[in-house]
């Protein structure tokens, strides 16, 4: 199987971070909380953005190369989340979600317009809610004229990105026909 030339050891450290700063956030906050200047709330979020898409892209990229050669990934967690309609999102019986495995789900994060991290209020500091990062995301994207929305968890998909990167680094590397 072809290499990308790319390091994937560093899409494995990219996971390790986004799984540190989501678990590490409320710790984090409480941390600096006496700082009143230094606001992290923003910086965790632009980085959390940044290493979901960038660890996505990767690794859809090398699911692809395993899909190519006909031996797909047997990934322990079947599904990272649930997608549902923009019509559903209100529908309290929920009969059209549909679980999002971990294939789908990078496909969601690449091409999501509109990212919604999911929050909890830590403390109320000065009338102030200090929110924390929890570990889902919610993404809403189009694909042709419907609206889609999808529900990760982020634990999940880090879990399924390093199945598939320990696959990928015990692969034998044969030509760059995509042979495995």
């Not at 006496?34 to 892209?57: C, N, P």
């Not at 209100?90 to 009969?95: D, H, Q, R």
Request: proline share 2%; charged share 25%.
């Amino acid at each position: 199987m072809s290499r990308y030339l790319f390091d994937e050891s560093a899409v494995e450290g990219d996971i390790l971070c986004l799984l540190s700063i989501l678990n590490a956030s409320e710790q984090n906050h409480h941390l600096l909380a006496e700082y009143s200047e230094i606001g992290i709330f923003h910086i965790e979020w632009m980085l959390v953005q940044e290493l979901l898409i960038r660890t996505a892209i990767k690794l859809r990229l090398i699911d692809d190369l395993f899909n190519r050669a006909g031996k797909p990934i047997d990934y322990s967690i079947s599904s990272v989340g649930y997608l549902t309609s923009d019509t559903d999102e209100t529908n309290e019986t929920n009969e059209t979600k549909s679980d999002l495995c971990f294939r789908e789900a990078c496909n969601k994060i690449i091409h999501a317009s509109d990212f919604d991290p999911q929050l909890k209020v830590a403390r109320i500091i000065n009338n102030h809610e200090d929110k924390v990062y929890l570990p889902f995301i919610k993404l809403k994207g189009q694909k042709n004229r419907s609206v889609w929305i999808a529900h990760i968890d982020i634990s999940k998909y880090c879990i399924c990105a390093l199945t598939l990167l320990r696959r990928y680094d015990m692969s034998e590397v044969y030509t760059r026909t995509g042979e495995l």
